[in-house]
């Protein structure tokens, strides 16, 4: 465990439910726009979108499925660049153009064989409260809408689009081991090849 990591969390007090709920964690679901990305809708001179990712969520989703925590996406919106980040890191479990977040869900668990107590979900805005209530931790950038940091049980020290995946990892992964520890397999050259 990565008590000095740990300790900027005051949600996080030695013993409390969600000290207990992280280091089992078995999939951390994202949503997309104002969570992997900061939000904005960019266009090109065509009018075509284009996405910003943040480079150091690309190291976390590849990361966690290498501890056992397997990733999703369930988005709202669907794009070229979207399709492309989710390809060129591998996720496999990905909803695209998904306003019923719930049955999403739903479908996850049954195609996963997981509790909803194994699962960690990541929103920003009103529509992620159809999934917040009924998974095990519930997490929010800390630009998220008022109502999602009234209701999730950690509100992050990052904003969409800044690195909110790392953080997430880095916590369930701080519960399980020191971080460095961790990142050992992304010193490895084999990793960015993934």
């Not at 805005?125 to 998974?135: F, G, T, Y």
Request: net charge negative.
């Amino acid at each position: 465990m990565d008590t000095q990591f740990l300790a900027q969390y005051a949600e996080l007090e030695q013993g409390n439910v969600l000290m207990k709920k992280l280091p089992f964690l078995k999939l951390a679901i994202f949503d997309v726009d104002g969570v992997l990305t900061d939000g904005g809708l960019y266009f090109d001179g065509n009018g075509e979108m284009i996405k910003r990712f943040n480079v150091k969520d690309g190291v976390a989703l590849k990361l966690l499925p290498q501890w056992g925590v397997d990733v999703a996406v369930i988005t709202a919106k669907d794009s070229a660049p979207l399709r492309k980040r989710m390809s060129d890191l591998g996720i496999k479990h990905v909803y695209y153009g998904c306003h019923d977040k719930a049955a999403a869900f739903d479908d996850l668990m049954k195609t996963l064989k997981l509790e909803p107590e194994q699962v960690a979900y990541v929103g920003d805005d009103v529509i992620d409260l159809q999934v917040m209530p009924k998974i095990g931790v519930s997490l929010c950038p800390n630009d998220a809408h008022i109502l999602l940091q009234r209701h999730c049980d950690i509100c992050l020290r990052k904003a969409g689009g800044q690195g909110v995946a790392r953080e997430v990892a880095d916590l369930i992964l701080a519960t399980r081991m020191e971080l460095e520890a961790a990142y050992e397999l992304a010193k490895r050259p084999e990793f960015e090849k993934k």
